[in-house]
């Protein structure tokens, strides 16, 4: 899955695909560079960045996602946890929401289980803005284990069907690097759970605190958890440097398979 922020402030690639003809651009490179999914963003979720209303954000991925639909066999998500946002999306032919908030805004999971979209539930201890300031837990596996079954059951009381659902821990989303690390070790708990796991922890800062490097410098760190989670079995890892990516996953594929 490729990232695409659609935005002026994310916090790796803030600005460089703000307008609609870069992020074409790019949506269209990273397809052609292997990824499977296109991942669009209107509204940052990094540590303290501004919020968006529901207009603005429609008016930043619509666009991108109605002009990705029409030149690529990728399918394009909608990453948003606003239901206005996700009905827009899904009529401009999205095919997957992807819920940093596993849908628990209101009215969000009638608005992804009316739209046909696959869905992904990601898990979020706290909220953007302050979530990194003391991410705290009992049994770190445990917890995200339960909160994701909950959302999974909720999704299927809604009548989403369990094709269309994926889940997500969550990496760096109320997380200390330990945790990150507790997670990507116990991957395989999670993976046997049932539902396809997404992993993304593409040039987060977790890398820094492990590299000393700055999110433009961590190519290297995002490879090495790539491959880590994918031999977990993740199924979806979500990335901004696609084509590096695809190579290590062939390699992982080759490995698996022989
Ligand atoms: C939007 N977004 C940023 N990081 C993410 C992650 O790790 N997983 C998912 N599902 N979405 C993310």
Redesign the pocket.
């Known amino acids: 899955?490729g990232?695409l922020?659609v935005t002026p402030d994310s916090f790796s690639d803030g600005g460089r695909f703000f307008s609609p003809a870069a992020a074409v651009e790019q949506g269209v490179r990273m397809a052609a560079e292997g990824a499977a999914f296109i991942?669009v963003?209107g509204e940052s979720?990094?540590p303290g960045a501004a919020s968006v209303d529901a207009a603005e954000e429609a008016r930043r991925v619509l666009p991108v996602i109605e002009r990705l639909r029409t030149l690529t066999s990728a399918v394009i998500c909608v990453?948003t946890s606003k239901p206005e946002v996700m009905r827009a999306a899904a009529a401009a032919g999205a095919g997957l929401i992807?819920?940093?908030r596993a849908l628990q805004a209101s009215d969000a999971l009638e608005a992804a289980a009316g739209s046909g979209c696959a869905v992904?539930?990601?898990h979020m201890q706290g909220e953007p803005r302050t979530m990194q300031r003391s991410p705290h837990y009992g049994d770190v596996v445990g917890e995200i284990r339960a909160f994701l079954a909950g959302r999974v059951r909720a999704c299927r009381d809604a009548g989403m069907s369990a094709e269309r659902i994926?889940v997500?821990?969550?990496?760096?989303?109320g997380k200390t690097v330990e945790h990150n690390l507790q997670l990507l070790r116990r991957l395989p708990e999670i993976v046997a759970d049932g539902p396809p796991v997404?992993?993304?922890?593409?040039r987060?800062s977790m890398l820094g605190t492990l590299t000393g490097r700055a999110s433009g410098e961590r190519l290297a760190g995002s490879v090495a958890l790539a491959v880590i989670a994918a031999l977990a079995g993740a199924r979806i890892i979500?990335v901004h440097d696609v084509a590096a990516t695809v190579d290590a996953l062939k390699v992982v594929a080759a490995f698996r398979a022989c």
């Open positions: 899955m990232v922020n991942d963003g979720t990094r990453d992807n819920d940093v992904c539930l990601m994926a997500d821990p969550g990496f760096g989303f997404l992993a993304g922890l593409s987060k979500r």
